[in-house]
């Protein structure tokens, strides 16, 4: 070929490697392919129903068929071709003998993946006496290790049967048989009613401690399997107290420790409760015990998602190099762990030191190692570096694919196009294209091409995805831009508009909700107010019918307050104040205004006729009645696409007021917040988080005015609440910014005097006068 460059040698070389070997595999399975067509008869012929393919693709390689026979054409002709030794490998004889029907056995135990041992229970354990006959093997080597997910009360069927069968034995129940009861109990998911502070009430946990009991009665000593069996259930049941209990009770009168799959997990439980220290205490306490205990790489990776959600990109990148000194091999997880770790950290300024740049591009070294990989971890990893970069064109492009694929894998499974697109869409990664979006500045360099593998892995990226569907030669498509890259602020709000329409309404512009507005007719609002006792039962029954409808029509997982505030950030962001307000205003309500409405209606139909206030021609010239009603009915339905305000979404709202300078919002959003902290939802807040809220919200409301050169209104809003929030120095340095620009400097001494908790001089005199003691005869 008169190839004289070395390295396109080396190049075409890999390629004649690599088509060599794929060479090697369809040559491979072509000779698989034809010795099991000549083992095979043509399956073809045979019936198409689905239980009898499922058996045969489970059985195939154990199925007789006789040759010259009439073929099979249902499930029970397949089942007579099964001898009884293939029967035998899944059960024991003298178990089958008591079960009596193969049927049963080969649809509950042939597919290893699904198995129903709920069903072989119950056949089982249907007569003790019977069951009191199987052999120790088949008891020992059979049902004790095979056996899985059983319910409750099948569960105390088995350990009923087994305590009879020990004692026809003339022996205890053995440990072997603790360890299943334990293990099995440990399987079971709490239900809501488990989940109660009284935790001793919990049947799980009364039948641990039973089963304890039972134990020291019998001198049969608990193992640490048992411990792990206890730890599992009380980490699903969230519960710290009876964890605690175990953990104690197995170390202080048994001598057994977690081991390390139970420190793990233990680990995971601190973490899923918000007990990070805890969660640290435990992994050193993992490195200096045993060997045995040593951490692996789950464990490692555990705590890198702990480093994540503290955005301690620090520690996270000591525990990478700590691995590595152990010799360790770190797997796909860790390399995506911690390239999220990273990404969130850069997007804090306080958190990265000033150092976010440098932190999204070596996260993007952690990405190269993992690249070609397209599985969502990957994929919202790399998604969140090009968000908090605002690589709009990346973001956009991974996302579009990602969901794409996922509309095409499922296409044959699900024909429901509305479905089809609420279980494609996953809310991490359109979270993530949000935050791109609002993070969009024209003409600027993505951080990634400032590094060559980058460049070349983002090349990749974007020469893969085609918007307009022709290359797959398909309709259903994502309403994106038929641009690679977007170049202004117009496109960034006309594409996201689409996207986040498309999506609420999973994929079905033409929703209007005609079938809300069906539901909320006059007659039918009267009904339910005279059916209604109370208006509290009146407004419940309302919302039950607009909720029942946004669980049928609209895509709840995406329609929340988290992608909501940065949906609303992109025009905030891009500094669009028509479009911010104007999506505000769509996809938002108050309860106040609602309840408003409410009682209006409720009064209406309960006690009053409607009022007619408008009559007007219509297009035929005749007079049509309008009532005081409608509106309210008209917003009713508005609702369908609403979502309700919260803490979060009246911090946005001052934010987008200080920011546009909009003194009359500020002063709604001032009076409703007021409304706000009275209803039933925020009283019952913990105080903590009630004044957490309180004092965020104050925060804004003095950067507003200041904002707005009101010194003096926000001064109020500090001095009013000091006995109440308290208030640091980042919380008013704006306002000490603007004193000092005017040169106040007493109320910059008031402001300090706050700050630092001292008294003023005011009060220091009212304390001195309350503290005289004044004999007067």
């Not at 509309?407 to 697109?421: A, I, P, R």
């Not at 990749?460 to 994502?478: M, P």
């Not at 950030?569 to 669009?576: A, D």
């Not at 309700?644 to 946005?652: G, Q």
Request: hydrophobic share 35%.
């Amino acid at each position: 070929m008169a190839i004289q460059d070395p390295k396109l040698i080396e190049f075409k070389i890999k390629q004649l490697n690599e088509y060599t070997r794929q060479l090697k595999e369809r040559l491979r399975k072509a000779e698989v392919n034809k010795t099991r067509d000549d083992d095979i008869i043509d399956v073809d012929e045979y019936s198409k129903n689905d239980v009898a393919d499922t058996l045969l693709n489970s059985l195939s390689s154990n199925v007789a068929m006789p040759t010259g026979s009439s073929e099979p054409k249902n499930l029970s002709h397949l089942i007579d071709t099964v001898t009884a030794n293939q029967i035998e490998k899944l059960i024991p004889s003298d178990a089958r003998e008591i079960v009596g029907s193969d049927k049963l056995v080969i649809k509950s135990l042939s597919n290893r993946r699904n198995t129903n041992w709920n069903s072989i229970i119950d056949k089982l354990t249907s007569d003790t006496a019977k069951f009191a006959c199987l052999s120790e093997e088949t008891i020992k080597n059979w049902l004790l290790k095979n056996v899985t997910y059983l319910p409750f009360q099948t569960i105390e069927k088995l350990y009923t049967a087994l305590q009879e069968w020990s004692k026809q034995q003339g022996t205890n129940v053995s440990i072997e048989m603790y360890d299943c009861i334990f293990r099995l109990y440990s399987r079971l998911t709490p239900t809501d009613s488990h989940k109660t502070v009284n935790y001793s009430n919990d049947m799980v946990i009364s039948k641990f401690k039973e089963l304890i009991v039972r134990m020291d009665e019998s001198s049969t000593k608990p193992t640490e399997y048992n411990l792990t069996a206890c730890i599992t259930y009380c980490s699903k049941l969230k519960a710290y107290e009876p964890m605690n209990y175990f953990l104690e009770k197995f170390q202080r009168e048994y001598g057994l420790t977690p081991n390390k799959h139970t420190y793990t997990k233990i680990i995971q439980f601190y973490d899923d409760m918000g007990l990070q220290e805890r969660a640290w205490n435990t992994f050193d306490t993992m490195k200096f015990l045993s060997t045995s205990h040593k951490p692996d790489i789950f464990t490692y990776n555990l705590m890198l998602h702990i480093c994540d959600r503290q955005k301690n990109y620090s520690k996270a990148i000591d525990l990478f190099y700590e691995m590595e000194d152990q010799n360790m091999t770190p797997n796909h997880s860790t390399f995506t762990i911690i390239a999220k770790t990273l990404a969130s950290s850069s997007a804090d300024n306080i958190v990265s030191e000033g150092n976010s740049d440098s932190l999204k591009l070596l996260g993007w070294k952690f990405i190269n190692k993992m690249f070609y990989q397209e599985d969502f971890h990957s994929i919202a990893s790399m998604m969140a570096l090009a968000a908090y970069d605002g690589d709009v064109a990346l973001c956009r492009a991974l996302f579009f694919k990602f969901t794409m694929n996922e509309f095409t894998s499922n296409k044959d499974k699900q024909t429901d196009q509305g479905k089809l697109w609420a279980k494609s869409i996953k809310p991490v990664l359109f979270n993530y294209l949000l935050t791109a979006y609002s993070r969009f500045k024209p003409g600027k360099t993505p951080l990634v091409l400032g590094w060559p593998d980058g460049v070349q892995m983002r090349r990749t990226v974007l020469n893969s995805i085609d918007y307009t569907g022709k290359l797959n030669d398909t309709y259903d498509n994502l309403p994106f831009l038929p641009l690679l890259n977007l170049t202004s602020t117009e496109q960034v709000l006309a594409e996201s508009n689409a996207l986040w329409k498309f999506i609420l309404s999973n994929g079905n512009f033409g929703k209007i909700g005609t079938e809300l507005s069906e539901n909320l007719k006059p007659e039918i609002l009267s009904k339910i107010a005279t059916e209604s006792t109370t208006f509290d039962q009146f407004k419940f029954n309302i919302l039950r019918i607009i909720g029942d409808w946004k669980i049928k029509n609209m895509n709840n997982s995406i329609f929340n307050h988290i992608c909501l505030v940065s949906y609303l950030s992109i025009p905030l962001r891009l500094n669009n104040a028509d479009e911010f307000w104007e999506r505000l205003d769509t996809y938002t309500f108050k309860e106040s205004d609602l309840d408003d409405k409410l009682l209006e209606l409720y009064y209406q139909k309960k006690l009053l006729e409607p009022k007619q206030i408008i009559s007007k021609k219509d297009d035929t010239g005749k007079i049509s009645k309008n009532y005081q009603s409608d509106t309210n009915i008209v917003y009713l339905t508005s609702i369908r696409h609403k979502i309700l305000y919260e803490s979060s979404t009246f911090e946005l709202s001052m934010k987008g007021a200080t920011k546009f300078g909009n003194l009359e919002r500020a002063r709604h959003e001032w009076i409703d917040r007021g409304k706000f902290r009275k209803t039933a939802h925020y009283i019952q807040l913990p105080m903590t988080k009630k004044s957490h809220l309180d004092a965020e919200f104050a925060k804004t409301m003095v950067n507003f005015f200041v904002s707005q050169r009101k010194y003096d209104e926000a001064m109020s809003i500090v001095l009013t609440s000091k006995k109440y929030i308290r208030w640091e120095y980042g919380m008013i340095k704006n306002l000490m910014k603007g004193l000092e620009s005017i040169e106040d400097r007493r109320n910059i001494r008031i402001l300090l005097d706050v700050i630092n908790k001292k008294p003023s001089e005011l009060a220091y005199i009212n304390k001195q006068i309350a503290n005289l003691d004044l004999n007067i005869s």
